[in-house]
C-alpha cells in the first residue's frame, strides 16, 4: 500500500514539475512575441479607411433659407446663460450680442476683454464665420474664453443664426448655391446624319 502511494505521489509531484516548466516555456515565449509585436496590427488595405465619414452637410446658405427663427430662439437658450442679445443689454460672462452680424470679430461690445485669440481674429461676423463660431469655437480662435463645445448641428446652426440675425442686424442671408446643371442629351435628330455618315462610309465603292 505504501509503494502505491509513493509511486502517486510520484506521479503526481512529476506532473506538477513538468506542469511548471512547461507554464515557465510558454510564458517566455509569449512575452517575447509582446515585445516584438508591431504598434499597429494588420495590414493596412489601400483605398480603405478606419475612420467612418459621417454624411456631407448641406451648405450653411442653404439651411439658412429654409431655417425657423423660433427654433433658433429655443436654440439659443443654450447661449442666454452667458449672453444678453437686447438692445443696450449688459455684457455678462460673454458679451452682448444684440446686432452681432456685421460688427468686427472681438471688437467693442461695450469694452468686453475679448481673449487675444479673437481679438486677433479680424475679419466681421458674417454668416460663413459664424457658422464656423458655432460649430467649433476652440478650432475658429485659438485660446478663446468661451467653453461652449459648439453646435454640432448645422440645421441648429443655421436656425440660431436666423434669429441671431433678426435682432438688430437683420443682414439679407447669402443665396444659396446654384445646383449643378444635369447633362444635356443629344437632340434625337443629331443621331441621323451620323447614322447616315457611318452607313455611307460602310458602303462599298
Known amino acids: 500500500m505504501s509503494d502505491r502511494f ?6 503526481v509531484l512529476g ?29 493596412p488595405i489601400a483605398g480603405v479607411s478606419d475612420v467612418k465619414a459621417g454624411p456631407a452637410e448641406a451648405p450653411i446658405e442653404e439651411l439658412l433659407a429654409k431655417a425657423d427663427a423660433t427654433k433658433g430662439a429655443q436654440v439659443f437658450q443654450k447661449c442666454a446663460s452667458c449672453h444678453t442679445i437686447t438692445q443696450g443689454g449688459a455684457n455678462g460672462i460673454g458679451p452682448n450680442i444684440y446686432a452681432i452680424f456685421g460688427d468686427e470679430i472681438g471688437k467693442g461690445r461695450g469694452g468686453f476683454a475679448f481673449s487675444a485669440g479673437l481679438a486677433g481674429k479680424g ?76 452607313g455611307e462610309a460602310k458602303a462599298p465603292a
Request: charged fraction near 15%; charge should be negative.
Open 15 to 43: 506532473s506538477a514539475v513538468v506542469g511548471l516548466g512547461l507554464a515557465s516555456l510558454s510564458g517566455h515565449y509569449f512575452h517575447a512575441d509582446k515585445e516584438n509585436r508591431p504598434e499597429v496590427m494588420g495590414h
Open 123 to 198: 475679419g466681421k461676423w458674417d454668416f460663413a464665420n459664424m457658422n464656423e463660431w458655432l460649430k467649433n469655437p476652440r478650432a475658429f480662435a485659438e485660446g478663446t474664453k468661451m467653453t461652449f463645445a459648439g453646435l454640432e448641428s448645422a440645421e441648429d446652426r443655421a436656425a440660431l443664426m436666423v434669429y441671431l440675425n433678426a435682432q438688430g442686424s437683420n443682414l439679407p442671408l447669402p443665396a444659396a448655391p446654384a445646383a449643378a446643371a444635369p447633362a444635356a442629351a443629344a437632340p434625337a435628330g443629331d443621331a441621323a446624319p451620323a447614322e447616315a455618315a457611318s
Open 6 to 11: 509513493n509511486t502517486i505521489a510520484g506521479w
